[in-house]
Every structure is written in C-alpha cells, then in structure tokens.
C-alpha cells in the first residue's frame, strides 16, 4: 500500500506541475488585461508566482536572470513610456522562444510567460504602461519564489 501511495504521488507531482502552470496560463488568458490580475494574485504566499516557481524545477536560474535583467533595463528608463519600451518589450518574445527551443526553459514557463506578454499590450499607452509594470511584478515575484524554492 505505502510503495503504491508513493509510486502515485510521484506521478502526480509530476503531472501537476504543468497542470498547475497550465491553469494559471489559462486564467491569465482569460483576463482582458494584466492589470486586472491583482498583486495579491500572483505575489501572496501560495500564488501564482510561488505556484509556478515551486514547479519550475527544470528552469534554470541564469536563464530566469538573463530575462529578468533585461526587464529591469526597460523598467529603469528615464522616461518610463510604452512607446520607449514597446520595441525591446517585443524582442524578448524571440529570446524566450530561443530558450524555450534550446530547452533552457521548460515549455509550460514559456507558454505562461508568453501569455503574461499578450496581455500586456492591451488599451492605451498609459493602460498598457501599467500592465507593463504589472508583468514587472509579476515576474520579480517569480524569481523571488524560485530562489526560496530551488535557492
């Protein structure tokens, strides 16, 4: 009984994982855009960010860092405006998807992050500014839970 309990939570746990990032794709994919998604949401203990941290085993930590220091460049802008950032914001999409085929980052990471980046460039310039900090947050807190997790 113990060695089949075993056998099946290790099967579940490996399953989850792309299930759990997978349902918070599909609820970022249903909101009309990401600053609707409340900083509790993704950021509480338990959250999207931790949730998917916890069960990115498989991402490796220069690659999170590489992306997220790209980030942070557009971020410390003087003039922080979409339009500044809209052009360098577009060219991470073929960085990741670079990474995501080199399997540097798992494909359940890059379809999240790539529907966190959709929902971005929506509304105006001052709305999609906002969502733009939003996803800086969001992903700060992804680094964040996956250093706790995976140190």
Known sequence: MAGNYDRNRGRGNRGGRS???GEITSKIQSLNKLSDM?????ADEGGYADIVAKNSRNLKTNQLRKFFSA???????E???????EAEFYLLK?????ASGRKNIPKNFYNLIMAVMRKVDVGNDDEKLE???IFIQFFESIVAYH???HG
């Open 94 to 98: 073929p960085q990741l998807a670079v």
């Open 38 to 42: 409340s900083v509790k949401d993704f």
């Open 79 to 85: 003039n922080l405006t979409w339009q500044e950032v």
């Open 19 to 21: 299930d759990e990032i």
């Open 147 to 149: 250093k706790f997790h």
């Open 71 to 77: 980030v942070r460049v557009m971020e410390q802008k």
């Open 131 to 133: 969502n733009f900090k």
